[in-house]
Each structure stands twice: as structure tokens, then as C-alpha cells.
């Protein structure tokens, strides 16, 4: 941003704050209502706009409460980028995936088919009316908020905030301006922060020292992507993987996330340097035309192959590329003692969660 658009923009970025600090206080005060669901209500949710890896960490954790707790769970997403984001849509009953990237979303098409037997996703802008119609019809007993941090009309009882550790402030200003949702003293809300991609930081302990700071000493836990799998295109929804050692180089990447730089930069790190990159807009919605452009410049450049993210992998099924296109599929790992401490917290939440009267 040059200084004269950001000198435009000071006057909108000072509105944003006014509404945002008038919204949150209206909630402190109690004149905006905050409702209970009658189930325990984990969330997961950033202070900045873009990827800061909060869909791994949500699957993650549904893993976690699914598996280690034994319980029924539900993500509530409003599901951004789908065809109709008023209407309520059952991506998974927990069973099978019953929507597509089109009308279900691109992130809830992921995390859904990833967590098929272990959660259900429900897409609703209402997400209390979502999470009491999954108690009533698929049974759901904790709900993991997707992307809730800002959400307050909907009380949680473990109030996780991530923070991308390559641009955990989003350059300290509002939007439009910068990336902060809001000011930072928010952070105090969290009652837990998990740092991701902590492997691609310049001063990851002088990040956690400054979180703790900020938040008022809550508990600051650190996270990083690694390489889950690499899969064809044609399988990514099935099982099918190959090694990522094996794949022919040179490689070209390309998505359409909230943070392509991490992407790029996790593939150098695990040896692929690509000879060709290119991000498109978050949740871009792909053409055929797209695929024949990206593979005629990945060509050109020397590339072998394409590899692209998971999200995108799911809006990609249908196009014909005339390169081999793959999926890199990322998950969330903590060190020992940091899992343990996010373990003992869900335990904690779920085991000391009282049903209203």
C-alpha cells in the first residue's frame, strides 16, 4: 500500500475501530444478548483477516474431543465463499458428506470430508440456531465455532485464538488499512493462544513472550505445519498417496488461501522449490480456463508437475489440467508438553461444563 492510499484510507480505518470498540462494548454491557447452546462450545478464531492455519488446528481439535473425549461433535462455520450464505447447510451429518464446495463452502467441504466418521458440519450464519438443530437431529454433544473469535453472539466455553507466527499482528493497523480485525487488546478475550507455522518464524520465543504480554498471561502454545500427505488430484478425496520425495522437480504451486507466502514457503522447506508460482484470490472458485493457463505458464517455466493446498484440491475435481496436478495435504502438530496442555484444557472445559436449568 503506497502512502497516499494509506492516507485515504485513515478516516475509514478510524470508523472500523469506532464501530468495532462500540460492538464489543454493547456486548460487555449486556445490551447485545449472548446465547448459550446447551452443549459445550470450543472456538477457534484469529484477530487478523487471512489464513493464519485455523482450519487444521479446528480438525485437530475435533479429533481430539471425537476420539480422546468419546463425544458427538459439530463445526459451526458460516461457510464464506458458498453459493447461498443464508441458508442453513449440512455439509456431513458426521457420516457422510452430503454438499459440495459450490453450496457448502470450500474449508467445510475440506474439513468434512477429512473428519467423516469423527464430526459433522453444519454451515449457518445462525450459528446457535445451527448447533440446536444438531442437538435435536444428529445428537451433537460439543461444538467447535469455526472462525469465532468475532462471533459473540454465541457463548463458548474455551475461547482459542490463532496467531500466524509469519505476520501474527497484521502489519498493527484496522482494516482497511492493515489486517487486524480489531485492536489488540482483544486478545485478552482468548483464554488460550496457539501459534502456528511456528517452524517458519524469524523469533518464536519472543513472539510467546510478547503474546503472553498482550493477552495478560494466558496460556501461549506453539504449533507447526507439517506434510500429511501428497495425493493425486483425480484421488485427493480418496486414499490413495505417493511419496514427496518422488515426486519429478522441478515443481510449480499454486492456490487460492488466505496466506499463499506460508504455503510457497512449505514447500521450499520440504525441498520443492517451485519454478513457478501463483496465488489467486481467497476461495477463488476455479475455471477450466484457469487450469489450461496454469498449466501452459507452469510449462513454460520447466515445471514436471503442479501441486496445489487441499482447500483448493476440493473446487478442482472437474477441471482437466495438462500437467500431473497434486495435493498437498498439511496438518497441525504440537510438541509433547504443548499437546498435553491443550488436551488437559478441552478436559477441563468438557468435564466442568454445566447444562442451564
Known amino acids: 500500500m503506497t502512502p497516499r492510499e494509506s492516507f485515504i484510507l485513515l478516516p475509514v480505518g478510524a ?61 459451526l462455520t458460516r461457510g464464506y465463499g458458498r453459493e447461498d450464505e443464508r441458508q442453513r447447510v449440512v455439509v456431513s451429518d458426521g457420516k457422510r458428506v452430503l454438499a459440495d464446495a459450490r453450496t457448502g463452502g470450500d474449508e467445510p467441504l475440506l474439513l468434512a470430508e477429512s473428519l467423516v466418521g469423527v464430526a459433522a458440519v453444519v454451515c449457518d450464519a445462525d450459528r446457535a440456531g445451527a448447533a440446536r438443530w444438531a442437538m435435536e437431529n444428529l445428537g451433537s454433544e460439543v461444538f467447535i465455532l469455526d472462525d469465532g473469535f468475532q462471533h459473540l453472539r454465541i457463548a463458548r466455553d474455551l475461547d482459542i485464538l490463532t496467531v500466524d507466527a509469519t505476520n501474527p499482528f497484521g502489519g498493527g493497523r484496522l482494516l482497511p488499512r492493515g489486517h487486524l480485525r480489531e485492536p489488540l487488546k482483544g486478545i485478552r478475550r482468548a483464554d488460550l493462544i496457539v501459534v502456528t507455522r511456528m517452524e517458519q518464524a524469524v523469533d518464536i520465543e519472543r513472539l510467546r513472550t510478547e503474546l503472553k504480554r498482550l493477552s495478560g498471561g494466558r496460556p501461549v502454545l ?96 472437474s477441471l482437466e489440467f495438462d500437467l500431473p496436478c497434486y495435493v498437498l495435504e498439511i496438518e497441525l502438530e504440537f510438541d509433547a508438553d504443548d499437546e498435553a496442555s491443550i488436551v488437559g484444557l478441552i478436559d477441563k472445559t468438557l468435564s466442568t461444563f454445566k447444562r442451564p436449568a
Open 15 to 75: 470508523l472500523y475501530g469506532a464501530l468495532t470498540r462500540a460492538r464489543l462494548a454493547l456486548y460487555r454491557s449486556g445490551l447485545l444478548s449472548v446465547r448459550r447452546v446447551g452443549a459445550p462450545v470450543l472456538s477457534v478464531g484469529n484477530i487478523t483477516t487471512g489464513g493464519t492455519g485455523k482450519t487444521p488446528l479446528v480438525e485437530w481439535l475435533a479429533r481430539a474431543v471425537a476420539l480422546r473425549e468419546r463425544k458427538r461433535v459439530c463445526i
Open 222 to 317: 506453539l504449533s507447526r505445519a507439517r506434510t500429511r500427505a501428497v495425493r493425486p488430484l483425480a484421488d485427493s478425496a480418496a486414499s490413495e498417496t505417493v511419496s514427496a520425495d518422488s515426486l519429478p522437480q522441478p515443481v510449480a504451486a499454486f492456490c487460492g488461501i488466505g496466506n499463499p507466502t506460508a504455503f510457497f514457503t512449505h514447500l521450499r522447506n520440504g525441498g520443492h522449490t517451485p519454478a513457478y508460482t501463483r496465488a489467486f484470490p481467497d476461495h477463488h472458485v476455479y475455471t477450466q480456463a484457469d487450469a489450461a493457463s496454469l498449466s501452459n505458464d507452469a510449462r513454460n517455466a520447466g515445471a514436471r508437475l503442479l501441486l496445489t493446498t487441499a482447500k483448493d484440491a476440493v473446487k478442482l475435481r
